[in-house]
């Protein structure tokens, strides 16, 4: 079976417009959270998010191409450009018909749908819509768009599972390369949805914080005083290449993704099982599909979407899989950082943990002031400071609504 490795990332995040700025911000602890720009809160529940800042879609593209992109497919190309060049592949002589990308997002064209809807709801019933408002909405069409700009003809698609969307992306890209389907993808995921559908249908499902007296800390995972998860956005690209060609072509190697799993809690559409049934097994799948033992985990970067009830379940799956070797972890919640990148989530963490693989830091979960007593005071969370550490095997945990699960593990190279 092939081998798959990391060759290349790009991010733009809440905390940073490029993978250097995002790593930063997570190593110095540093809160995304702000008050909503985007739009009038003044009716909202909910008044903050973890926006990107200082955004100028003419730092990016011309006026022609940003109307044919929506928020969220504008952020995929930016991460994705970045990651492609972070890799070196030379784009006139490597072989586009082995070159694939999948390429995620929770929602979609979020402001795209609202936008026009309200348009045509206001007006007087003549339906006026733009040519591009269904490519610049649908789920596929960031992954559609990037390889017609780069021409890529390999394995071409997207996937979708609420806030597990952008690893299993990250899973069948692996997998496809393994069965020798494509040689490299670039894969991850996109989210826009700090609008007022996203804000005030979150709002509605209780899901989100309401806390906007202390918005700068109000994503604080694990915290007896939590209530919810702050939403962010924004985008995280990976170029997944086979061991053997990265090689060939001298490539810089970040890491190994060994091992991958996908399960389904099979309990409710938005609530955790309450033992952590799917997230437990997971792991377990993902540490085993690595071929390694569960002593060689050395951190988890959680799902930790500072919720009451998934953060006790996350936290009762890894003791319940990793037994006393739980106690010499380290785990932490970039979203505590980040806020809730919904579809995206998965590969901006999956890129946290790749970082803190390649340079031995824990990036901390940060605004933590009070334990609360059903999780396990004895598990090292990694609080409010970033911790040194050797770190040869990580997993990345991501959980959605409708009860997805995806975990990957990854590992230094080379051991």
């Known amino acids: 079976m092939r081998r798959v490795v990391v060759t290349g990332l790009g991010a733009i995040t809440p905390l940073g417009n490029n993978l250097h700025e995002y790593w930063e911000g997570l190593k110095n602890g540093v809160s995304g959270s702000g008050m909503i720009t985007r739009f009038n809160t003044e009716k909202f529940k909910t008044k903050f998010a973890c926006e990107i800042k200082n955004y100028n879609s003419s730092d990016y593209f011309d006026r022609k191409e940003a109307n044919k992109l929506d928020l969220y497919s504008q952020f995929a190309h930016i991460a994705s450009d970045e990651a492609l060049i972070d890799s070196g592949i030379d784009l006139d002589n490597v072989d586009k018909d082995r070159v694939g990308v999948i390429w995620s997002s929770g929602i979609g064209g979020l402001d795209t749908f609202y936008l026009a809807i309200k348009s045509y709801v206001m007006g007087d ?96 995972p694990f915290d007896l005083t939590r209530d919810g998860f702050v939403m962010g956005e924004g985008a995280g690209a990976l170029i997944l290449e086979d061991y053997e060609h990265a090689r060939a072509r001298g490539a810089k190697i970040y ?151 995806a975990s990957i593990v990854v590992k230094k190279a080379g051991v």
């Open 125 to 220: 019933g003549t339906p006026r819509f733009s040519p591009f408002f269904i490519p610049k909405m649908i789920a596929n069409i960031a992954s559609g768009s990037i390889s017609i700009k780069y021409g890529f003809r390999g394995p071409n698609f997207a996937t979708v599972s609420a806030c597990a969307s952008s690893t299993h992306g990250l899973i069948d890209a692996t997998n496809l390369i393994k069965l020798g389907k494509a040689d490299i993808f670039i894969t991850g995921g996109s989210e826009a949805a700090i609008n007022e559908p996203g804000i005030g249908g979150f709002n509605a499902m209780m899901a989100m914080s309401t806390n906007n007296e202390e918005y700068i800390t109000a994503s604080r």
């Open 255 to 405: 890491c190994e993704l060994a091992g991958t799993g996908m399960t389904a809690d099979a309990f409710h559409l938005t609530a955790p099982h309450p033992e952590g049934y799917g997230a437990r097994n997971v792991m377990k799948l993902a540490v085993d599909d690595a071929g390694l033992k569960l002593e060689e985990i050395d951190y988890i970067n959680v799902h930790g979407t500072a919720t009451p009830l998934g953060d006790i379940s996350e936290a009762k799956a890894i003791i319940s899989v990793f037994g006393e070797h739980s106690y010499k972890l380290n785990i932490s919640a970039t979203k505590s950082m980040t806020g809730h990148l919904l579809g995206a989530a998965g590969a901006a963490e999956a890129i946290a943990t790749i970082m803190a693989v390649v340079h031995d830091i824990v990036p901390p979960t940060i605004n933590f002031k009070v334990p609360d007593p059903d999780i396990d005071p004895n598990l090292n969370l990694t609080l409010n400071k970033a911790q040194s550490r050797t770190i040869n095997a990580a997993i990345s945990n991501t959980f959605g609504f409708g009860g997805h699960n």
